[in-house]
């Protein structure tokens, strides 16, 4: 069974940071890519960052380029979500996904390609 399970979030002034994780059973990092998406209220889901954990690549939205950083634990089968410098837009639920991905494949960040979801977290950006 492959599970997916976020933790971290919480409520933060602007300018504070927070920690995401994402722990993941069930699948190898080696085969597989993990994503941080969000949903804010009344927004569609939309790609923050994603991470192969296999070989390093990485890539962020432009919204959070600078501020969030993205990381993983292959011997923990977690991947991190650094979030600096939050900002009220940054509210949302964040959500982490896995997508097997074929050797050579682009990375992607499209939600309805990943393969597997946690049950997300709650972050809250007080002005």
């Known amino acids: 069974e492959v599970r997916l399970v976020e933790s971290g979030g919480g409520l933060v002034q602007a300018g504070g940071s927070l920690r995401l994780s994402c722990a993941a059973s069930?699948?190898?990092?080696?085969?597989?890519?993990i994503g941080w998406f969000r949903q804010g209220p009344g927004k569609v889901r939309e790609g923050v960052s994603c991470?192969?954990?296999?070989?390093?690549?990485?890539y962020y939205t432009d919204s959070v380029k600078g501020r969030f950083t993205i990381s993983s634990d292959n011997a923990k089968n977690t991947v991190y979500l650094q979030m600096n410098s939050l900002k009220p837009e940054d509210t949302a639920v964040y959500y982490c996904?896995?997508?097997?991905?074929?050797?050579?494949?682009?990375?992607?960040?499209?939600?309805?390609?990943?393969?597997?979801w946690g049950q997300g977290t709650q972050v809250t950006v007080s002005s």
């Open positions: 991470i192969s954990p296999n070989d390093g690549d990485l």
């Open positions: 069930g699948i190898s990092f080696d085969d597989y890519d």
């Open positions: 996904a896995a997508v097997r991905i074929p050797e050579g494949a682009t990375m992607t960040i499209v939600p309805h390609e990943y393969d597997y």
